[in-house]
Structure formats: structure tokens, C-alpha cells
């Protein structure tokens, strides 16, 4: 059944003929569900859903198992091998293109853990590229606003420092070690140690004002920082998702190719090994017999072509031959002149009275 063979002609036929066309129909069936099994595998990367990869697994086999029926049974057996090479080449071609599509998803299986280290390496550059990227949005602006900060704090370094010196310019004052030299807390002594309170209420001041700005700043950047990690985690799990089928194909593309390229081999052989059965095989007992059965609806159809033609000439001959007596008897003659003689009066009476309505 599944070879594709006449079952009636064949119970007919010896046990090894039997045998040769059961071979022949078990290869098909197996390629069916090999096929069906790849489907399956392939669908569930793509649905990632058991039941509908296994169903539409099953549509696929069915498919495939119907298409390789139909290729052996097409193929019949010729007296010339070259014939039968001919009539095989655009099944071979097929039969090529099926191996390829059955070969892949088995191959995505069989090299799964290759596969997965090849991905899981893809994903942590993109992870350190998407990082990167994100980063790029958000480190400028992060950096502007840490100048500033940088800058309010040497504002108030600055100041500080200022304040220091004027602190240790009127001590120097008072102790007579600078300025006047005169010991104790004379006029120029008062000038200076007002100009240091001064400048001290100013870096308290300063302090005060730059603490809240710079506070106000590294909540800009915290906030920064976490819009960063939030991206970078909102866009992780699209990252974390990259093994479809197109991804695992390209990484089975960068794997060595010799070995895909023998399962391919061995898929190919599978695929084509019911067509060369069917070549290689010498011309049996069925097909004999279903030769003689076809020769024999041919020579019937020939026949009854050639009786329903030899049938129209004789009718056409008879018929010529009928009319022909027929137009030599008087009494026919008599009645036809009779006849149109009639008519022909009928219509000059018909015109004439035509011809008084328009005159009036």
C-alpha cells in the first residue's frame, strides 16, 4: 500500500515480488515519519508548543508520505534504462529538496548542545553591546551632571581655602609674626580678622547652598542610574529569547560543516533509496502484468476510437446514398415545386398588401 502498487495485481504475484514492493513502501513510510519527527522538533522552536508542533508534524508527514507514494508509483518500468533515468531525474531533484528540509530540524536536535554554546555566547555579546548602548543614552549626561558637582565642591575647596588664609594671616597679626610685627591685637589686626569672619560666614553659607545643589545632583544621577538598569532589564528577556529557528540555524552555520554534511548524506539516501529501488530493480513479475493490464485499456480504447470512426464514415456514406435516390423521384420533385410555388404566392400577396397601407 504504501508503494504505491496495484494490490490487486500484485496478490496475483509471486512472494518475491511481494517482498521487493513491501521493502519499497517500508522506506516510504519511514521517510514519512522521519519527516514528521523533524517537522515536529522544528515547529516547537518556532509555536514552542508541544500539541501544535506535534499536529502540524503530523500534516507534514502525511505530506511528505503522499509526494514520495506518488513519485515511486509514477515511475514505471522500461525496456530502456534511460528512459526510466529520464523519467526519475525531476523526482531525484525533489526527492533532494525533501532531504534538505528533513535533514535540518534533526540536525538542530542531534548538534542542540554545539548549538546552545555557540547562542549563549551570541547572547552575552549582545548583552555586553545592548549594556554598552544603553550606557551611551545615559553616560553623558550622567557625567555633565557629576562635573557640576565636582565643580560646587571645588567652589567650596576653593573658598575654604581662601577662609584658611585669612584665618592664619590674622593669628600671624597678632602674634607679630607678619604683617605689623607687633604683638597683640592693634587696628590692622581687627581689619583682617574681620575680613576672615567674613569670608567664613560666606563659606558656611556657600557650604550650605552647594550641599543641597550637589544633594539635589546625586539624586539626578540615582535616577539616572536607574532608568539605566531598568532598560537594560525591560530589554534582557528579548535578548534572553534569541534562540528561534533562524538563530539556531545561523549557529549550526557556524559549526563545522562536515558533519552536517553526512547526516544530510544519510538523510539523502533515505529519501532517494525508493526511486533507485525502483530503477535499480529489474523488470518483475508486476510489472509484467501491468503492462499486459495497461496494453490491454489501451488496445480497448483504440478499438472503440477506431469502431466509433468507422461507425461515422458509413453512416455518412448511407446517408449520401439515401438522399441521393431521393432526389431522382418524380413524385418528390412534383411535391417540392408544389410547395415553394405556394410560397411564393403567399409572400407576393403579403408584399402587395404591405404596399396599400403605406400608399394610403
Not at 519499497?24 to 515519519?33: D, E, H, M, Q, S
Request: proline residues 2%; negative net charge; hydrophobic residues 40%.
Amino acid at each position: 500500500m504504501c508503494s504505491g502498487v496495484d494490490t490487486d495485481i500484485l496478490s496475483n504475484s509471486s512472494k518475491a515480488e511481494q517482498t521487493k514492493f513491501a521493502g519499497i513502501g517500508g522506506t516510504v513510510f519511514f521517510t514519512a515519519v522521519m519527516a514528521s519527527i523533524a517537522a515536529s522538533y522544528a515547529l516547537h522552536t518556532v509555536f514552542d508548543t508541544i500539541y501544535t508542533s506535534i499536529f502540524f508534524g503530523l500534516i507534514w508527514g502525511l505530506l511528505i508520505f503522499n509526494l514520495d507514494r506518488f513519485i515511486v508509483s509514477t515511475i514505471k518500468k522500461s525496456d530502456k534504462k534511460w528512459n526510466e533515468i529520464w523519467q526519475a531525474t525531476p523526482r531525484i531533484i525533489l526527492a533532494i529538496i525533501i532531504a534538505v528540509v528533513i535533514a535540518k530540524p534533526l540536525e538542530l536536535k542531534i548538534f542542540e548542545k554545539e548549538i546552545n554554546q555557540v547562542l549563549l555566547e551570541q547572547k552575552n555579546e549582545l548583552t555586553l553591546a545592548n549594556k554598552e548602548q544603553i550606557a551611551n543614552q545615559y553616560t553623558p549626561e550622567i557625567t555633565s551632571i557629576q562635573n557640576e558637582i565636582d565643580q560646587l565642591k571645588q567652589s567650596v575647596d576653593t573658598k575654604e581655602v581662601e577662609t584658611n588664609a585669612l584665618y592664619e594671616t590674622y593669628i600671624a597679626e597678632a602674634e607679630g609674626r607678619k604683617g605689623t610685627e607687633l604683638l597683640g591685637k592693634g587696628p590692622v589686626y581687627k581689619e583682617k580678622r574681620e575680613k576672615h569672619d567674613a569670608s567664613l560666614l560666606e563659606l558656611q553659607q556657600l557650604k550650605a547652598e552647594n550641599k543641597i545643589k550637589i544633594k539635589f545632583k546625586e539624586s539626578q544621577i540615582v535616577t539616572l542610574i536607574s532608568q539605566q538598569k531598568n532598560q537594560e532589564s525591560t530589554t534582557q528577556p528579548i535578548i534572553d529569547g534569541f534562540d528561534g529557528l533562524m538563530a539556531r540555524i545561523n549557529a549550526l552555520n557556524t559549526l563545522p560543516w562536515l558533519p552536517s554534511f553526512f547526516i544530510f548524506l544519510l538523510f539523502l539516501a533515505i529519501e532517494t533509496s525508493p526511486i533507485f529501488a525502483k530503477l535499480l530493480a529489474p523488470k518483475g513479475e508486476y510489472d509484467f502484468k501491468l503492462q499486459d493490464a495497461e496494453d490491454a485499456v489501451k488496445t480497448w480504447v483504440t478499438q472503440k476510437a477506431d469502431q466509433r470512426k468507422e461507425m461515422l464514415q458509413t453512416d455518412r456514406s448511407l446517408n449520401k446514398k439515401v438522399y441521393s435516390d431521393i432526389s431522382e423521384e418524380e413524385e418528390l420533385y412534383n411535391y417540392k415545386r408544389k410547395m415553394a410555388n405556394e410560397l411564393m404566392q403567399q409572400q407576393a400577396d403579403a408584399f402587395h398588401k404591405s404596399q396599400q397601407k403605406i400608399i394610403g
